[in-house]
């Protein structure tokens, strides 16, 4: 949601940039400074809803009836949606798409691990999590309360990968029960060592919220995890 609450907020920040200081043209004829701030408007918002409705839910975006709205709106002319009913419209949309896609990612997500489940080596916990192991160590295993370093790299089903400490060239520290909760049952079951796959089921990660533009409401993240060290807080 928040993407696509971007592209709204965009369009309307445009809308009152364009419509206080500009006016709209065909062919751009810079002859002055009015000019090119216009048109360097029109080429910033452009090129920013380009990129946003690349993923515009439901279909492709009709750019055409786009611009016939904001044209239409600018130079005071009736609209066929009133300026208030707009407004509903897009927030009816928006939210309609977003529980049919988040309803899509559960159904894939539930799907997967369905099928992940059986596959040879992979074993499932009474929570749902599904792990394998890549290395079992030979240290000592960390509880909710342990500070753990590890490696990892956090990926969606697709293969995308959203994180990654690899990437960074640094292991990360934290606190066992301080992350989702996938990561504090994974990692208990882990010996200092030891190298886990984890796929963490959307109730074991972010849920129905999602996290960030990568990680979608009802995603099923899979983790692969290096446990370097422990820290026992009575230690």
């Not at 959307?202 to 919220?209: D, H, N, P, T, V």
Request: include cysteine; glycine fraction near 8%.
């Amino acid at each position: 949601m928040k993407k696509l609450s971007f592209v709204v907020a965009a369009f309307a920040a445009s809308l009152m940039v364009s419509a206080t200081s500009c006016q709209p043209v065909g062919k751009a004829n810079l002859k002055t400074d009015i000019d090119s701030v216009c048109y360097s408007i029109g080429v910033t918002y452009g090129s920013g809803f380009a990129e946003q409705l690349k993923t515009f839910p439901g279909g492709e975006a009709n750019k055409e009836a786009l611009v016939a709205g904001f044209v239409e709106a600018l130079n005071g002319k009736e609209t066929k949606i009133s300026a208030k009913d707009a407004q509903e419209v897009i927030q009816a949309y928006f939210t309609n798409a977003a529980m049919k896609e988040a309803a899509k990612a559960k159904e894939e997500g539930d799907k997967f691990l369905a099928e992940n489940k059986t596959k040879e080596g992979v074993k499932t916990t009474p929570s749902g999590l599904q792990y394998k192991v890549i290395t079992e160590g030979t240290g000592e295993k960390p509880t909710e309360k342990s500070t753990v370093t590890v490696h990892y790299k956090g990926t969606l089903l697709d293969g995308t990968e959203f994180d990654s400490s690899y990437s960074r060239n640094e292991p990360t520290k934290f606190t066992v029960n301080q992350v989702i909760p996938g990561w504090t049952e994974g990692l208990q079951l882990m010996p200092v060592g030891s190298k886990y796959i984890f796929w963490i089921p959307s109730e074991l990660a972010y849920g129905e919220r999602g996290a960030g533009q990568q990680i979608k409401p009802n995603s099923v993240l899979t983790f692969e995890v290096e446990l370097i060290s422990v820290e026992d807080p009575k230690k």
